[in-house]
């Protein structure tokens, strides 16, 4: 069996950026920002600045602490045929977030994300059988800003049954979300954990207070994490790819030994963030080949510290659902996975990451089905030759009588796209590909069903939410979490 | 340094291919459908059938001319700054070809090419720096089919100073296509091969009598011969990737042995045309995953057989620039690099080749640019590393005000000339492809191409007036 497999780095090169990764951790440190988080550094053995709130980590430790990362790290859904383990050597793909706007791919305005799109982008994602599991992909800007953080959750459940990943920006979010999660899982996150956590790590070489404070809570619930360092090259990042990555994965460790130290033998999850400055105006920019590359070193060092590794994948800079946007993505997508990521951020974003488009969200698909048929593992054997065909058909003729066409093509020799437009130029004659995209997306989100929620379940939702509004002083007229129009 | 590649087949796979290509060669041949190939083929040792005008070809024979095809190759352009040399230049790109029609990106509409309209993309892929190398396109609809090809040959000389890489398809259009290209380089083709000639081998295992007969007269006046096999998985090929692909190298191994037979150490570059049928229709299906893999597969193959390769390329079925038409060609395109190809089939064609359109050359352009900056050496070292930065910098701040993002700025980032970054709103009025038009049509309004020198033009006139007062 065989399939492509790519390399960049040779030995020497992994062990140079180790090297330079623990130089870094070593002599210049990080700043963690939160006792708690300085007082496990200090009785593990870091060299902690306590009025700084820093700490420099010697290698001893992050050994000690990446040989308790478990891999591989079990993403359960509320469904359980939705079950994903990342880090088995097969390639899964999750939704790419978080996007402020909703974009209408057949006028090209967008408009803010609401409540109500959210409930129709995870509607979607939870019917393509593409979306291993799930990010919330769009704001849902219309909810009160201080219960939003649970009520996206919420939403993001109820609508979708496949894992979910998402950021905990507040402490005093994370005990009402365990009771959430719980609910939705029937029990303890430990056994089924259908909630994985996002923490984002601040260039250069810190960790936010508050995030850093929920996510140490969340570990201890069983909850993995994915780490998500973001060095901006040329601005929170040095000005070189080499460099960008080097910070990164410093970003990355110094979490690994935090979540460890926390919780020993926690699933942690590698996520690569560092993208390129558009230098002119410092804005943030994920498709150009510069990303391609410091994913592929950072997969590269995230394998070889043994983490599974999750690469910001098929995105783009792209204004609409176009050809910078298919050609960006597919750069990105491919030398991830060739690379060997465990899983890649795909379906939906563009603008950087600021906006949604739905017919994205069905060509990035296809997309991920072309990129499963490169990678498939196929053997190169005497079944699969076909010299007897070649043999028997001789000079000239053809291969449409042969039995073996028939059983192969059948057999899913050929890949076939889901929205790609392959016939002839006068069969699409009035048929965009965003707009037949677009349309695809509508129809299905109007005629998916989701499994609901028990109706216990989502009482205990809004009892924890109605308790936690009413602790913060949230408007009761607020925008509300589930779909009014489907009570 | 370091630089992204990736590896398909194992040195025990490589065998299998290579066993089994041999076994197509030896056991059932190759129809050469032209005396003068079988005579050559006769002489060298093969077994040859005279009636059938085809030939069984053994690994000794084979072996013995594959070690005579030259390990680099000169392309020509007709201004020397334009010259590339295959084996020695990172990633050589042409434009696409050879479509039948020409599409209006802004209305969706397409109709048959003109004589304009090649001209139009000629001038076009000769202002854009990132095409090394032109392939004809659209063919000329509007011309006599008995002096388009001479009328195409006139006006890429013309609106090009780039190498041109074409079909001959008849013997007798040799000496004037060499006349035309002679004239306008200054030099015999042995010395400035200014053109090289696309030679397609007919699946499965034959060749074209007057195409290949064309070819044996080219390959020993000096021009370059670009081998390629078109197999089609499921129709002309077996419906498998690698079934297709045996065939693919059965054919190119056939054309090298004959060329090199023809014209010891001629230049020859392994071409793979392989694709798939769409089955329902039996469509020719030009980019894909499919595609990407028979392209890794025969480009791993030629190497084995230390051959220059030129992959498809920026490839797609996409009817319009849309993005579709990015994802196929970034896939197809990003694989071939990979691989290692010597030069890809690249930028203009939409709609399984049969379109070609002005924004996707430009748009392939940035394809092309950012896979190069992909593909680019690299060290990996200290001075790369910016350790000294990192540590100066240290916890928290920024980098913006070291004078290394300054410096690396310029070299590091990649900038593209049509893709869209700036802001939502600076580009909410101007459309990707719609701007993509308007920078092909000011290139074009302001382009100059190095004009021929004088009496080159009257001779060309000369060369087709001959040709037309020939009875036809």
């Avoid at chain 1, 090259?233 to 960008?244: D, H, W």
């Avoid at chain 1, 130029?425 to 048929?431: K, N, T």
Wanted: hydrophobic share 40%; charged share 20%.
């Amino acid at each position: 069996m065989t399939r492509p497999r790519m390399t960049y780095l040779s030995e020497t090169d992994r062990q140079f950026i180790h090297e330079q990764t623990a130089r870094v951790l070593a002599e210049v440190g990080i700043g963690y920002h939160t006792p708690s988080a300085i007082d496990l550094l200090a009785e593990a053995g870091a060299t902690v600045d306590r009025e700084r709130l820093t700490a420099k980590l010697p290698w001893e430790l992050v050994e000690r602490c990446l040989a308790t990362c478990p891999r591989p790290v079990r993403l359960a859904a509320r469904n359980p045929a939705h079950d994903v383990m990342l880090g088995d050597e097969t390639l899964k793909f999750c939704t790419d977030g978080t996007g402020t706007y909703m974009y209408d791919d057949v006028t090209g305005e967008r408009s803010e994300g609401t409540a109500a799109d959210m409930r129709d982008v995870m509607r979607l994602f939870d019917a393509l059988p593409e979306v291993d599991y799930t990010w919330p992909s769009i704001s849902a800007r219309d909810l009160d800003a201080s219960t939003s953080g649970l009520e996206i959750e919420a939403i993001a459940l109820a609508n979708c049954t496949k894992h979910l990943q998402d950021e905990v920006r507040q402490p005093a979010h994370v005990r009402p979300l365990l009771e959430i999660f719980q609910a939705v899982a029937g029990g303890s996150l430990w056994d089924r954990p259908i909630f994985s956590t996002i923490n984002c790590t601040i260039a250069p070489l810190m960790h936010e207070r508050e995030m850093t404070e929920a996510t140490m809570e969340l570990v201890k619930a069983g909850v993995p994490v994915l780490i998500l360092p973001m060095p901006l090259t040329g601005t929170t990042g040095p000005m070189s790819i080499l460099g960008s990555c080097i910070v990164n994965m410093a970003e990355l460790l110094s979490a690994v030994v935090l979540f460890q130290l926390a919780q020993p033998g926690c699933g942690l999850i590698s996520g690569i963030g560092a993208a390129s400055a558009e230098m002119r105006r410092g804005a943030y920019l994920c498709g150009t080949p510069e990303v391609a590359l410091m994913n592929l070193i950072c997969i590269e060092m995230s394998r070889f510290y043994g983490l599974p590794v999750t690469a910001s994948a098929v995105t783009s800079d792209a204004k609409a659902t176009n050809q910078q946007a298919g050609a960006e993505g597919m750069l990105t997508a491919l030398s991830g996975a060739l690379a060997g990521a465990d899983s890649l951020l795909a379906f939906s974003l563009m603008d950087g990451a600021e906006t949604v488009s739905l017919a994205k969200v069905m060509l990035d698909c296809d997309i991920v089905g072309a990129l499963k048929r490169y990678l498939r593992d196929d053997p190169i054997d005497e079944a699969r030759a076909l010299v007897d065909d070649i043999v028997a058909v001789g000079i000239g003729g053809h291969f449409l009588a042969r039995k073996s066409t028939r059983t192969l093509a059948r057999a899913g020799e050929l890949w076939q796209p889901r929205v790609w437009q392959r016939e002839a130029f006068e069969h699409y004659a009035g048929r965009p590909l965003v707009s037949e995209a677009a349309e695809r997306a509508h129809e299905i989100i109007a005629s998916h069903e989701v499994s609901p929620l028990p109706d216990d379940v989502v009482r205990h939702i809004d009892e924890v939410i109605d308790a936690y509004a009413r602790s913060v002083g949230a408007p009761a007229d607020r925008v509300p979490w589930k779909d009014q129009a489907a009570q | 340094m370091a630089q992204a590649r990736i590896t398909y087949l194992s040195e025990g796979e490589k065998q299998f291919v290579h066993e089994q290509t041999l076994r197509v060669l030896a056991e059932v041949g190759v129809a050469y459908n032209t005396p003068q190939a079988i005579e050559l083929l006769a002489a060298a040792g093969a077994q040859v059938d005279r009636e059938n005008l085809t030939a069984r070809l053994g690994w000794e024979l084979i072996e013995a001319c594959l070690k005579t095809v030259p390990k680099r190759i000169l392309l020509a352009g007709r201004r020397p700054v334009n010259d590339r040399v295959l084996g020695e230049w990172p990633l050589v790109a042409t434009s696409d070809g050879m479509t039948t029609y020409m599409y209006d990106d802004l209305t969706g509409e397409r109709r048959p090419g003109t004589a304009d309209d090649l001209a139009t993309l000629a001038r076009l892929s000769d202002a854009l720096d990132e095409i090394d190398v032109v392939w004809p396109s659209p063919m000329t609809g509007d011309v006599d089919p008995w002096t388009m090809p001479l009328v195409a040959q006139a006006t890429m000389v013309r609106n090009s100073s780039k190498h041109v890489q074409d079909e001959v398809r008849t013997p007798e259009m040799v000496e004037p296509i060499l006349e035309i290209y002679e004239a306008a380089v200054g030099a015999p083709l042995t010395e400035r091969p200014y053109f090289s000639v696309t030679n397609c081998t007919i699946a499965p295992l034959q060749h074209d009598k007057e195409m290949t007969e064309a070819g044996l007269k080219l390959c020993r006046r000096g021009v370059p011969i670009f081998i390629l096999p078109m197999p089609q998985a499921g129709t002309t090929g077996p419906m498998t990737l690698l079934g297709t692909c045996i065939v693919n190298m059965a054919e190119l191994l056939s054309a090298v042995v004959l060329f090199q037979l023809a014209q010891p150490g001629c230049a020859l570059i392994s071409g793979v045309g392989s694709a798939v049928a769409e089955m329902r229709t039996g469509g020719y299906i030009s980019a894909g995953p499919e595609i990407g893999l028979i392209n890794l597969m025969c480009l791993e193959m030629s190497k084995r057989y230390g051959l220059l390769t030129q992959a498809t390329g920026i490839s797609s079925d996409a009817k319009a620039c849309n993005f579709q038409a990015g994802s196929e060609g970034g896939m197809t395109g990003l694989v071939a690099a990979l691989a290692g190809a010597d030069s890809l089939i690249a930028c203009g064609g939409l709609d399984g080749v049969q379109n070609s359109s002005l924004a996707k050359v430009i748009l392939d352009c940035d394809s092309v640019a950012a896979i190069r900056r992909y593909l680019r050496e690299d060290p990996i070292d200290e001075a790369k590393a910016l350790m000294d930065d990192i540590i100066g910098v240290g916890i928290g701040g920024h980098y913006l005000g070291r004078r290394s993002t300054r410096t690396f700025s310029r070299t590091e980032v990649w900038r593209p000339a049509s893709f869209q970054r700036g802001t939502f709103e600076e580009f909410k009025e101007k459309p990707l492809v719609q701007q993509a038009v308007e920078r092909a049509h000011e290139l074009l309004a302001t382009h100059e191409v190095e004009r021929l020198p004088d009496g080159v033009d009257r001779h060309i006139d000369d060369v087709i007036a001959r040709w037309l007062a020939i009875p036809h």
